[in-house]
């Protein structure tokens, strides 16, 4: 299948997908502040640069975006061009997150993971009910989890 866009046109679409400082990323971090939690953004002393890490807590969260990581949803789609550099560029992905996951257990830190679905699209919960949950897990919760949308 041909790229319905021009070269240049795709590059300006895609230069303008972020890596951090995404829109749910903002979302939660501001959720977080407001309700009085302190974290370091995309700490560099952990594999990955997590999105936010509580170093007192020994907590960490990370907000994955269902296309790029490689998520089980409805908002991943396998891409029908390029399929071979997609194929392995959402591989080494993915591949990468289990090795930080593992990682950042063998270190001792808990491990939060918000997907992009459990806040957008048609299986998305209230944005409140997330936060309230992230909140919940910073304090009294000494396990991984994930978040994901609903179904």
Known sequence: MVDIA??????????????RDTLLEL????????????YRLHYSRLPGKP????PSRKALILINGCFWHQHKCHLFKWPTTR???????ISSNY???????????????RTLVIWECALKGKNAWPFEK???WVAYWLLHQ?????IRGMF
């Open 142 to 146: 000494d396990k991984d989890i994930e």
């Open 6 to 19: 021009g070269k240049e046109t795709r590059s300006r679409m895609m230069s303008g997908i972020r890596g």
């Open 83 to 89: 399929m071979d550099f997609w194929k392995a560029k």
């Open 27 to 38: 979302r939660i971090r501001k959720s977080l502040h407001q309700q009085g939690f302190r």
């Open 95 to 109: 591949s990468r997150d289990l090795r930080n996951l593992a990682k950042y257990r063998e270190l001792g830190w």
């Open 51 to 54: 999105d936010l890490v509580f």
């Open 130 to 132: 997330v936060a309230d």
